[in-house]
């Protein structure tokens, strides 16, 4: 959910203001992809990196958090969405913490979209925190090194990562990024391994249901090949056939 800040600095404002209105939007983008039937939608709040920001600006942001949660609970639970976090829940103020696992607790039987918020999230952390958890098991004899090389290796490693929670829509199909930037930023790094990237000049603050839709549009529209080529396509000339 980038670009607040620059948001309203074009607007005369404060940084914080743009963070207001940038979780205003969350509830329409929320409820157009439960709406379109997106499995799971994954919402970029907080990175690693964001603690580093002033303690005025991290307080507004914990509150807006909260305070979504707890206006949008009803909504939610009757739009039958299910809600996870991904990030270092341990980071998190006992107060925020609290909100955030009765928000969570309380939609965890739901089974129409996830809805996830990345919190005090970077992919490589999460990289690093499935590498550390993985060794953990090897010395407790749970399991053997060899089997992150083995046909299900892979898989195996990703039940680790924070995002296994997700199930089978943790690899993501999209990746969104507003206003401007064309960075990855340490965003779901493993799980964008075939990602599509849909970049637009738009704020988040200016985000809004039919920008979202136009970005799926334009998803629908590409072709994915996962490496792979057009089963359609002529591969050789006919002397090769
Ligand atoms: C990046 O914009 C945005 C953030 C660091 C915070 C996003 C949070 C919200 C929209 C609201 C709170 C969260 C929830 C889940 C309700 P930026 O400040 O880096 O913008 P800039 O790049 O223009 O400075």
């Known amino acids: 959910m980038d670009g607040n800040g620059r948001w309203a600095k074009r607007r005369g404002k404060t940084r914080v203001w743009g963070h207001i209105r940038g979780a205003g939007r969350i509830k329409s983008v929320v409820r157009e992809a439960s709406d379109l039937g997106i499995r799971a939608l994954t919402l970029f709040a907080f990175s690693t990196e964001n603690w580093s920001r002033p303690d005025a600006e991290l307080t507004v942001l914990w509150k807006l958090l909260k305070k979504f949660l707890i206006r949008e609970l009803e909504a939610l639970d009757r739009e039958g969405v299910r809600l996870v976090i991904l990030g270092e829940m341990d980071r998190l103020a006992p107060d925020v913490r609290g909100v955030v696992e009765s928000a969570v607790k309380?939609?965890?039987?739901?089974?129409?979209?996830?809805?996830?918020?990345?919190?005090?999230?970077?992919?490589?952390?999460?990289?690093?925190?499935?590498?550390?958890?993985?060794?953990?098991?090897?010395?407790?004899?749970?399991?053997?090194?060899?089997?992150?090389?083995?046909?299900?290796?892979?898989?195996?490693f990703q039940s680790y990562l924070w995002t296994s929670v997700l199930g089978d829509a943790a690899d993501t199909d999209l990746v969104i990024r507003t206003s401007g930037e064309r960075r990855v930023s340490n965003f779901l790094l493993?799980?964008?391994?075939?990602?599509?990237?849909?970049?637009?000049?738009?704020?988040?603050?200016?985000?809004?249901?039919?920008?979202?839709?136009?970005?799926?549009?334009?998803?629908?529209?590409?072709?994915r090949r996962f490496g792979m080529v057009d089963s359609t396509e002529r591969v050789a000339g006919d002397s090769q056939a």
């Open 190 to 223: 493993w799980q964008s391994a075939y990602a599509e990237y849909y970049f637009t000049e738009t704020c988040w603050p200016d985000f809004d249901a039919e920008c979202f839709r136009k970005a799926v549009r334009e998803y629908g529209a590409r072709e």
């Open 106 to 156: 309380r939609l965890s039987g739901n089974s129409g979209m996830c809805l996830s918020f990345a919190v005090s999230y970077g992919s490589r952390r999460e990289i690093v925190h499935a590498a550390k958890q993985f060794a953990d098991d090897c010395v407790r004899g749970v399991r053997k090194a060899d089997e992150l090389v083995e046909a299900k290796g892979e898989a195996l």
